[in-house]
């Protein structure tokens, strides 16, 4: 049998079996519903106060400080709606300004571009040939109404790191003057990949989401620094503290916390292992393939992603062809395939036409083996040079 090779971890992640076997107990006799005053309902409420615990710990924040929400996009929405919201309705005569980038995650551009359409100004900085964004250039976009600063710590697709502590005590410092801004950072893909503490990065608000971690799908979590406000975006409830209403999904809430206090025993392993793991597939592919060109920062990046174009092949039939040989990769982001253009991200970068449709992301994750690598690298360069030989017939 074809023993699949799945290279596609920024997108989601297998569940570790630990998670599976933590929450087991919430998806059978332990049922109680957290807010409940019984015995089955302070079952459960311990085991919310657990995870909330290990997520805290994870992020070196205080337990009051995590929200749950169902992931990463309502993370997101929560934060920069909520925070735009909360500032709207102090003060409607003047229009709140958001800085963000332009290589943010679809669900920070999307949130900011739909506040855009309303009272809302939006500011898109420009990045980098190599994705960063400046922090002269957040600084120099600061305005007399700017509410809010949404840069991302690690980017989904290139896995660049942004400066995220450097914004952070730009915020600071600006605050110090009495003006009241915030910042957010979708933290989504940097957690659990490199230590994320919100006091060195001095971020209000950071989004992380469990199936990115080895957990299931449809959890996630806020940061809400103490004292900040939000608007709500679910009401109808007062749990966590009314934030975020809706009934806990105890079980799922159980497998975050799992996973986060996992991720955080398995750093080193991400930084070393996989790093190492991550390198030599990449040395390997920019050597032996002619035309292909590596995407983003090599220095400031994740350890587990490598985002590679291919002169002369498009990326979506060279992913098809890696699948039929049972590899698993990503022209770019999962949430936009499907769309015929080529990644606004690269496209950011400034890559010509050719290598943004050639784009190919590679993301390990740590089930990966060397095996995993040993087989993508035997079957990378047939492929591209079969697609080529294509192309030129064609
Ligand atoms: C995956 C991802 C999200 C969305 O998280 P979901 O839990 O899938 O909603 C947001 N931001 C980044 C950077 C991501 O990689």
């Not at 840069?151 to 502590?165: D, F, H, K, S, Y």
């Amino acid at each position: 049998m074809l023993r699949r090779v799945y290279l596609d971890n920024s997108a989601t992640t297998q569940c570790d079996p630990l998670v599976i076997e933590a929450m087991m107990p919430y998806l059978t006799d332990k049922f109680g519903n957290a807010s409940s005053i019984h015995q089955f309902g302070q079952e459960t409420r311990s085991a919310v106060d657990r995870a909330r615990h290990q997520v805290a710990a994870a992020l070196n924040a205080r337990p009051n400080e995590i929200i749950f929400t169902s992931g990463g996009t309502e993370s997101n929405n929560l934060a920069i709606r909520g925070l735009i919201e909360n500032v709207l309705t102090k003060d409607p005569e003047r229009p709140p300004h958001i800085i963000t980038s332009t290589i943010e995650h679809p669900a920070v551009k999307e949130v900011c571009s739909d506040l855009e359409a309303k009272e809302t100004q939006v500011t898109y900085l420009p990045v980098s040939e190599n994705g960063l964004v400046s922090v002269e250039a957040v600084a120099d976009a600061v305005r007399e109404n700017t509410a809010l600063i949404s840069i991302m710590a690690a980017n989904n697709e290139i896995g660049t790191l942004q400066a995220v502590p450097e914004i952070g005590r730009l915020v600071k410092q600006i605050r110090s003057q009495g003006r009241k801004i915030w910042f957010h950072t979708d933290a989504v893909q940097a957690f659990g990949k490199v230590p994320i503490d919100v006091e060195e990065i001095g971020c209000d608000l950071l989004s992380i989401s469990a199936h990115k971690i080895h957990a299931p799908k449809g959890i996630g979590a806020l940061y809400v620094r103490r004292g900040v406000r939000l608007h709500p975006q679910n009401i109808g409830g007062r749990q966590q503290r009314g934030v975020r209403a809706g009934t806990e999904p105890v079980a799922l809430i159980v497998s975050i916390g799992k996973a986060a206090e996992l991720a955080m025993e398995k750093l080193h392993e991400m930084d070393q292992r996989i790093r190492q793991l991550r390198d030599r597939m990449e040395d390997q592919i920019l050597e032996n393939i002619n035309g292909a060109v590596l995407n983003g920062e090599r220095t400031y990046r994740l350890p587990n992603i490598s985002n590679i174009s291919f002169r002369g092949v498009e990326g979506e039939a060279l992913l098809i062809n890696l699948d039929m040989n049972g590899i698993a990769v990503s022209t770019g982001a999962a949430c936009s395939s499907g769309s015929l253009e080529p990644s606004p991200v690269i496209r950011a970068l400034g890559r010509d036409d050719e290598l943004a449709r050639g784009a190919i992301r590679f993301s390990l994750g740590r089930f990966n083996e060397e095996t995993d690598v040993d087989k993508l690298l035997e079957i990378l360069p047939k492929a591209v040079s079969n697609l080529r030989e294509l192309s030129v017939r064609a």
